[in-house]
């Protein structure tokens, strides 16, 4: 089938008909009307192919504008096609003399008639017109003539019609068209779609590019849409896959599209291609008569008969007026001389900013000017780019470089400076920082310079700079010095970024009272739940602004501190902040701790997710090697052990360790430390202990002892023990374990114990493990607790109890499985077919899942039952039972109860454990540990 012919299949149907009904004795005719590309030539050459098949005679004719003034020349192509067909054209003889004097053209037309007519009694005719608005005037009275007497003949006559374009006779086309049928009037409309997803797949070995793409930009017109696609080389052919999709080459591989659209624009009249020149400037919303006539010299009344001649052919929609097809705009505008274009770009700014239109409006046509030669012009653009800020940087940098391209009027260099550099922070971090340099000099007062030095410090952190930032925030001496608020802010900051990079142990000078203390008791570890109450109060708000270096440590703090739940809200509520702001360090900054906290609960692939989607936002500004790019790929690395992935995340493992006495950034640490567990698994031991007795000694150096924040101790017990050196191993572990007991957050304690265990006889192992087991909270860190359980089946196995084993390994099984653990996985099933246990990779029971009470309310909630029913049949509060079912959608990895029937059906008293999907894995009512 044809390119051009998908979706046609009701003018199929008719003409078939049309034909069946020609070959029993009883003729038609339909006229095909659309605009250019749609298919109408394609379709009569596919009729005339039928009408063959059916041994039917077909008679074919093409008009042309060219050929207008021929008389009768359509009618001549015809009778030569019954030439060559071996069919006499003269008519036949003299029948009875006419009663009275007839018109000699009359005579002529009745002639040509019966020609036709004898001819079908022999065989059944198929007459093609193409272009019926382009057939000369002698022509076009035949066909009427025929036409109207068509039914008595086996005759179907089919004629197409391009919309829009002006005839050799209105009148005399008006009157055929009017003895068509008008369910057999065939309007073929460009493709819809998901026809044009077909087309596209049918020519699947030629796209170059996105299906979506290329529907779009030629609007479903099969034509189009089909040259597009073969002028475009596909990746193969460009070699570096680059499409070459540029204005330059565009018109060169469209040409063919660009010269029958010019064409077709010539011929409506003559102020026709101005017109559509200047509506391929203006386009948008901003399309109307008065602005066309004004680019174009045209009275408002010529501008619009224009303007629905472009909307009869189908260049523009006749609403909205704007191109129906982007190519075809594309291509009218590249017609246009670059000159020329850029003065009707400035002369459309300033009808728009005349008319008071939206800057949007208007800063597209400023860009492309020719000059800004009005003060108007440049300011216009430079607010559009603040409001750009941050969310289209790409669009804000090509509106500072237009004002800067035409001259940089002195009251504004400023504020170009100023937008350069924020704009340059979302689009190229190192880029920025000359920017930044430049603009600090040009500071004047005390606030500014603060600001500026202020954010050229947290450009350079984050850049792996710090000595460099704290010498630009020691170089704002002349705000120091002053004592003011700004002076204060400098000294606060100076102290965040020396705790960064370990310039000054513990909590250095320049820290709020409160912010010092809980610094301190965190890296001591001397008690969570103190830690917790000040963490807290610092992240109440207004205290701390989100998303400053006070709001993160006290956000960490929380979550060193075990009290996962309010720490995910706050890092919830962050990161929709910054999503919202738009701002890629912020929005990398948010989502790289939300992942560390991912990591903390078990949740591996949210952990993944957000850690890739935090270096994706790095990448694009240039600063994915530093800052929180550590922290992510640090994250990367602790996924892929867990699902043991560890060929794949090998490219991350290269870690350098800086050499002794050059500070490190804090967040380098935590990927020293994930490296160092990645590669002790990969058994490079050496490697992997020279990582972990890096971050052992930055710690110290750091006043750090807390094992919650980095547990070093652990790691590197687990690497000596690799290497045979059980007794550093079990004292390191010790110390850990002993360390996590005084700090009282239980993760970490369970985390400890299970180090220790892995090191110690094993007489010793059953007790820890099941300490571990009694400590951790499955619904705060379920990954931690499948870990915990897997050890205590295992040693309960080594210990002969392999009724109990298998009872916790089964257990082990269904979290690390939805949790998605594979390595983890991996080792419970091994242990329990070891045990005599049978595990089903792909069961989790809700059973596991919900506590009592949550199964309770979850089963009547699924049963249709409302909250308020639920509270007083079980005779508790509303809020309880709200309470309840967010902890079962938070379990089941659902949104809302009308899902609960998956896991609770009505009769799930008798049906046993009812299965979950793998994927539902947020957490565990406690394991019982029986004595």
Not at 540 to 553: K, N, Q
Not at 647 to 659: K, R
Not at 683 to 703: D, S
């Amino acid at each position: 089938m044809s390119r051009e012919l998908f979706g046609r299949n009701k003018e199929f149907r008719i003409i078939e008909e049309m034909l069946d009904s020609a070959l029993a004795g009883e003729g038609a005719s339909a006229l095909m009307e659309g605009i250019i590309g749609t298919g109408k030539t394609t379709l009569l050459r596919w009729s005339e192919e039928q009408a063959r098949q059916r041994g039917m005679l077909v008679l074919s004719a093409t008009a042309a504008p060219t050929e207008r003034r021929f008389s009768m020349g359509i009618v001549h192509q015809l009778f030569s096609c019954l030439e060559n067909a071996g069919v006499p054209s003269a008519p036949p003889g003299q029948g009875a003399p006419h009663p009275a004097p007839v018109d000699p053209q009359y005579l002529h037309l009745s002639d040509l008639y019966k020609v036709i007519s004898a001819t079908s009694e022999r065989i059944p005719i198929l007459v093609t017109i193409d272009c019926i608005q382009c057939v000369d005037r002698d022509s076009l009275l035949w066909l009427g003539f025929l036409l109207r007497r068509i039914e008595n003949i086996r005759v179907v006559l089919l004629a197409s019609r391009r919309r829009g374009e002006p005839a050799s006779d209105q009148h005399l086309l008006v009157e055929f068209m009017e003895s068509i049928r008008p369910d057999r009037h065939l309007h073929l409309e460009d493709l819809s779609p998901s026809t044009a997803s077909r087309l596209v797949e049918a020519l699947g070995s030629c796209v170059p590019g996105p299906a979506e793409t290329l529907i779009a930009d030629s609007g479903g017109n099969p034509y189009l849409l089909t040259q597009q696609i073969l002028a475009t080389p596909s990746a193969e052919q460009s070699g570096d896959g680059d499409r070459r999709d540029s204005a330059a080459d565009l018109p060169i591989r469209l040409r063919a599209v660009k010269d029958r659209v010019l064409c077709l624009l010539r011929r409506l009249d003559l102020d026709g291609l101005r017109v559509a020149h200047a509506a391929s400037v203006v386009g948008g919303s901003a399309m109307n008569a008065e602005l066309i006539g004004e680019l174009c010299s045209l009275s408002v009344e010529d501008a619009s008969r224009s303007l629905e001649q472009l909307a009869e052919c189908g260049i523009l929609h006749p609403t909205s007026l704007t191109f129906r097809h982007p190519i075809i705009a594309r291509l009218l505008y590249l017609d246009i001389p670059r000159s020329h274009r850029a003065v009707l770009h400035q002369q459309t700014a300033r009808c728009l900013h005349n008319r008071r239109f939206a800057p949007a409006d208007i800063t597209p046509h400023l860009v492309q000017a020719a000059t800004l030669d009005e003060p108007w012009m440049a300011t216009l653009l430079l607010d559009a780019a603040e409001e750009l800020l941050p969310g289209d940087a790409p669009t804000a940098l090509q509106h500072i470089e237009t004002v800067e391209r035409h001259g940089v009027p002195e009251q504004l260099a400023l504020r170009i400076a100023e937008l350069r550099v924020r704009t340059l922070l979302e689009l190229d971090l190192p880029g920025s920082v000359p920017a930044q340099y430049a603009l600090l000099g040009l500071s004047s007062g005390h606030r500014e310079l603060a600001a500026r030095a202020h954010r050229l410090a947290d450009t350079l952190i984050r850049l792996g700079r710090p000595q460099e930032a704290r010498q630009v925030l020691n170089g704002a001496q002349s705000v120091r010095d002053k004592g003011t608020a700004a002076a204060a802010r400098l000294s606060r900051h100076l102290a965040h970024i020396c705790m960064d990079d370990g310039a000054c142990a513990g909590a250095p000078r320049g820290l709020e009272r409160l912010e010092s203390v809980m610094l301190r008791r965190i890296g001591n570890g001397e008690s969570a739940s103190a830690a917790r109450r000040l963490c807290r109060m610092c992240l109440a708000t207004p205290r701390t602004p989100y998303g400053s270096p006070s709001w993160y440590y006290a956000l960490l703090g929380l979550i060193w501190a075990g009290d996962f739940d309010e720490a995910q809200s706050h890092i919830d509520t962050e990161v929709r902040l910054a999503v919202q702001e738009g701002a890629a360090t912020r929005i990398a900054e948010a989502r790289s701790v939300r992942a560390l906290l991912h990591m903390h609960r078990g949740l591996l692939t949210e952990a993944g997710h957000d850690a890739r989607l935090a270096l994706t936002a790095l990448r694009r500004i240039g600063a994915d090697a530093h800052h929180m790019g550590a922290l992510a790929r640090s994250v990367l690395i602790d996924v892929a052990v867990e699902k043991d992935q560890l060929a794949e995340a090998s490219e991350l493992l290269d870690v350098q360790v800086p050499p002794a006495g050059q500070p490190a950034a804090w967040w380098h640490l935590h990927l020293a430390h994930s490296a160092a567990r990645a590669l002790g698994r990969l058994g490079h031991t050496r490697q992997a202990l020279a990582l972990v007795t890096y971050c052992e000694r930055e710690l110290g150096r750091r006043g750090i002892s807390n094992p919650a924040v980095l547990p070093w101790r652990s790691t590197k017990a687990l690497i000596c023990a690799g290497l045979g050196n059980l007794p550093d191993a079990r004292r390191l572990a010790q110390q850990e374990a002993d360390l996590a007991l005084r700090w009282g957050a239980p993760f970490a304690q369970g985390r400890a114990l299970l180090a220790l265990a892995a090191v110690s006889p094993v007489g010793d192992v059953l007790r820890l493990t099941r300490r571990a087991v009694d400590l951790l909270d499955a619904e705060e860190a379920p990954l931690l607790y499948a870990q915990s359980l897997y050890a205590t089946g295992h040693a309960y196995q080594q210990d002969g109890s392999t009724v109990r084993a298998r009872e916790l390994l089964h257990r082990a099984n269904e979290v690390s499985i939805a949790l998605g653990a594979d390595g983890l996985v991996e080792l419970v099933q091994k242990a329990l077919r070891d045990a005599g246990g049978r595990p089903d990779p792909r069961k989790v029971s809700a059973e596991a899942l919900l506590t009592p009470s949550e199964r309770q309310v979850a089963k009547l909630a699924s049963q249709g039952m409302s909250n308020r029913d639920i509270a007083r049949l079980l005779h508790v509060s509303l809020r309880n039972v709200e309470s309840h079912l967010t902890h079962c959608y938070r379990k089941l990895r659902i949104s809302g109860r009308g899902e609960l029937s998956r896991f609770l059906p009505a009769d799930d008293g008798e049906a046993g454990p009812t299965l979950l999907h793998p994927h539902a894995a947020a957490g565990y009512h406690r394991h019982r540990q029986s004595a």
